[in-house]
């Protein structure tokens, strides 16, 4: 509909794996709700797609149905991770490993310290209290960063402790998720957030339909992390 799919027109589906138009040595992917972006082998980011609220930073709240180099309005710095929420889109700044987000963030989820309605950020923004960090994931209203100590510290929306702090209270900045340690990547939904820890995968957060493996009869928020048990190989 907004051509996420990058392959120069919108409307219609397609049905067939179809090569994304203008792109090359890509070593990334991440796709939001209706845009995807993409980071090159040197740092770049392009997207396409929705722009409604700016994500493609180029001043203008125009979709892309071609891939286009994102910041032509507000540069992006060279990167060496990308992820893509909802609303939010961030990456790791290459030269000092620093936090980066920008979009709408009406939960917090940019952590530049604000929300509501009207918390559009056009510019590549700090995320506060965030530090240095080697991986961001995004998910529906709440981003989370891997520090270079392999700390998680996460913010936004925080209704069903998909934070990992132990509470349901929200946090417009960057917050320690202590529950966890060594941790080398993350997947976050709609409220809930998975990690790797160690070789164990630990989830905390909504579990109304089992997705913190916590088991269907445990409670529907689980605010303190749930080690999952994974099946045995046949």
Do not use: M, Y
Not at 5 to 23: A, E, R
Not at 50 to 60: M, S
Not at 85 to 102: A, F, I, P
Not at 169 to 196: D, P, R
């Amino acid at each position: 509909f907004w051509g996420e799919l990058g392959i120069g027109s919108k409307g219609t589906d397609t049905h067939v794996p179809t090569q994304v138009l203008n792109l090359v040595d890509i070593v990334q992917l991440a796709t939001s709700q209706d845009a995807t972006f993409v980071r090159d082998g040197a740092g770049a980011i392009f997207g396409w797609g929705k722009n409604v609220t700016g994500h493609l930073l180029d001043g203008t709240a125009q979709s892309s149905t071609v891939a286009k180099l994102v910041g032509s309005d507000s540069p992006v710095p060279a990167s060496v991770d990308l992820c893509a929420g909802e609303t939010q889109v961030c990456v790791v700044r290459k030269s000092d490993n620093k936090v980066l987000c920008w979009g709408k963030g009406d939960d917090g989820e940019v952590g530049n310290g604000k929300s509501g309605a009207n918390n559009i950020v056009k510019t590549p923004t700090e995320v506060v209290d965030a530090p240095k960090s080697k991986r961001v994931f995004c998910g529906r209203g709440h981003t989370c960063a891997v520090s270079l100590a392999g700390q998680l510290h996460c913010w936004g929306r925080n209704s069903s402790a998909q934070l990992g702090t132990g509470s349901t209270v929200a946090a417009l900045t960057a917050v320690w998720s202590e529950q966890v340690t060594s941790v080398t990547k993350a997947a976050l939904g709609i409220a809930h957030t998975c990690v790797l820890t160690n070789g164990q995968v630990r989830c905390f957060g909504r579990n109304d339909q089992g997705q913190v493996g916590a088991g269907l009869g445990s409670a529907t928020t689980v605010k303190k992390v749930v080690i999952v048990k994974l099946a045995a190989k046949a």
